[in-house]
């Protein structure tokens, strides 16, 4: 971090499919101070909390690898919680959230205002925090590799939006929820462009394999696919239906869910 982004990350390990097997959770500002991500307990994070005056606490989304210490820091802090579905964030936390946030909420630290932007796609509750150029991005975007849009959570019509509106912001730094942060190399425009472009080359080849004829979704995951799955398949198998139901309402293929079905329309 510089000393122009008042923000301490701690990577916290948790049980996650995440390469990195950590979560980024974040501190921006001192007194007030906002809590991004808690998705644990570690000595770093919690000297931290005890050392600023934690205000409110917020997620990027609510999957088991982002809220895992949301409760526990709630109770010691007394900090306003802070959701964008209020009650998948209680069934997810344990905890009742005080305030629902939407696009262009403000949450006040000494560092300044930071303001949400909704990012939906990953998590259909996924949003980001923009502070002075700076974006907590959670899951929308990373440095290496990909992010899982997997259906039925997924969204990838909605995961392409937010892809391109973050990229229209050109923020100057982008904070993620797993990995290194992206600023100057990658910048967060290489990073996005590389993330779009990655979205559209899998969909290419997905309609390509309908066209070919591949009948069923797991015809279709075998044929876009040209690395061993081991491990991954399932998640393999989320992207591409996700990619099938982006292109059946788009109209450019007729996919049957129930049956798993699908043919060039």
């Known amino acids: 971090m510089t000393e122009q982004l008042p923000v301490e990350r701690v990577a916290v390990r948790v049980e996650s ?17 906002l809590l991004v991500d808690p998705a644990g307990r570690t000595d770093r994070l919690d000297s931290l909390v005890a ?7 917020a997620v990027t989304h609510t999957h088991p690898d982002h809220v895992g210490a949301v409760a526990d820091y709630a109770t010691e802090t007394g900090a306003s919680l802070l959701a964008r579905r209020p009650a998948r964030f209680a069934a997810e ?6 305030r629902q946030i939407t696009e262009g909420s403000a949450i006040d630290t000494d560092a300044g205002t930071v303001r949400v932007l909704d990012t939906p796609g990953h998590a259909v509750d996924h949003v980001a925090f923009e ?3 700076a974006v907590l991005c ?15 959570e997924g969204d990838l019509r909605a995961y392409l939006s937010s892809l391109r509106r ?5 923020p100057d730094r982008l904070l993620p929820g797993h990995g290194p942060a992206m600023g100057d190399e990658p910048t967060p425009r290489a990073s996005l462009d590389r993330l779009i472009g990655h979205r559209l080359d899998r969909e290419a080849a997905v309609l ?3 066209d ?3 009948a069923d979704l797991d015809a279709v995951l075998d044929t876009t696919y040209e690395k061993d799955l081991s491990g991954v398949r399932d998640l393999a198998r989320a992207t591409v239906r996700a990619h099938l139901e982006k292109l059946a309402v788009e109209g450019r293929v007729d996919w049957t869910p129930d049956t798993g079905r699908v043919e060039p329309a």
Request: proline share 7%; charged share 20%; net charge negative.
């Open 131 to 133: 502070l002075d150029g």
């Open 93 to 98: 936390t344990g905890v009742e959230p005080d």
């Open 51 to 57: 050392e600023r005056e934690i205000a409110a606490i």
């Open 208 to 210: 390509d394999a309908v």
């Open 212 to 214: 070919a004829g591949a």
């Open 17 to 33: 499919r995440a390469p990195t097997g950590a979560t980024n959770a974040y501190v921006v500002g001192d007194a007030p101070a």
């Open 166 to 170: 973050l990229r229209a912001r050109a």
């Open 138 to 152: 959670g899951d929308l975007a990373v440095a290496e590799g990909s992010v899982v849009v997997g259906a039925p």
